[in-house]
């Protein structure tokens, strides 16, 4: 069973930065693809950003392409989210998910293993 801890979140102003971090208990972190997903009041949980087993490839939403960047430690076992040019419309519970498979994937249904969740709350 992997257990994933995110952390990093807070609150911050429109067009402030925050990095999130996921801590994975497994050695085997390094083979898993990861995401990044978020979840706010009332909403469905969406997709942010995936990154593959090797960090080389990476994949986002297009609502965070360009602010935000997916990066992997694996010798950490470590994921981050870096958020810049944060939006009032970014404020969610940011969660963290990990797949078996190693390749980086979209979709939720596709994740085996999910942290708490961290809360996010960008204020105009």
């Known amino acids: 069973q992997v257990q994933l801890e995110e952390s990093g979140g807070g609150l911050v102003q429109a067009g402030g930065s925050l990095r999130l971090t996921c801590v994975a208990s497994?050695?085997?972190?390094?083979?898993?693809?990861m995401a990044w997903f978020r979840q706010a009041p009332g909403k469905e949980r969406e997709f942010v950003a995936t990154?593959?087993?090797?960090?080389?490839?990476?994949d986002y939403a297009d609502s965070v392409k360009g602010r935000f960047t997916i990066s992997r430690d694996n010798a950490e076992r470590t994921m981050a989210l870096q958020m810049n040019s944060l939006k009032p419309e970014d404020t969610a519970v940011y969660y963290c998910?990990?797949?078996?498979?190693?390749?980086?994937?979209?979709?939720?249904?596709?994740?085996?293993?999910w942290g708490q969740g961290t809360q996010v709350t960008v204020s105009p």
């Open positions: 998910a990990a797949r078996l498979a190693g390749l980086s994937d979209r979709r939720r249904s596709a994740y085996d293993y």
């Open positions: 497994e050695r085997t972190f390094s083979v898993y693809g």
């Open positions: 990154i593959d087993w090797s960090g080389d490839s990476t």
